[in-house]
């Protein structure tokens, strides 16, 4: 017989510039997965809602020589209300891991 193992993380994909709240409620951010940046693209995270909630992740941008190389980026952060998260100026795929 063979061991499967089971991720309990969830995985949310982004790739519009928008106000997302990937879940409600409590949990925990684990990570944030660019797979290719983009210049002039944000991403800004949130416990709560977007401008009034608690910064989990500040504004975090990109310049005009992006990394060729994924960006993983390791939080484990609690969040108490929501996680929102605020993507914009320009378009960009962005993986969020959570429970």
Do not use: C
């Not at 500040?58 to 993507?87: K, Y």
């Amino acid at each position: 017989m063979s061991t499967v193992e089971v991720s309990p993380w969830n995985v949310t994909t982004i790739t519009t510039q928008t106000t997302t709240v990937v879940k409600t409620g409590s949990g925990i951010l684990g990570k944030v997965l660019i797979p290719t940046a983009v210049a002039s693209a944000t991403i800004k995270i949130y416990d709560g809602p977007a401008a009034s909630g608690r910064v989990l992740l500040d504004t975090m941008a990109f310049t005009a020589s992006p990394p060729v190389v994924p960006t993983v980026l390791d939080l484990n952060l609690f969040f108490g209300i929501n996680l929102t998260v605020v993507t914009a100026g320009a378009t960009m795929s962005v993986g969020i891991a959570f429970i």
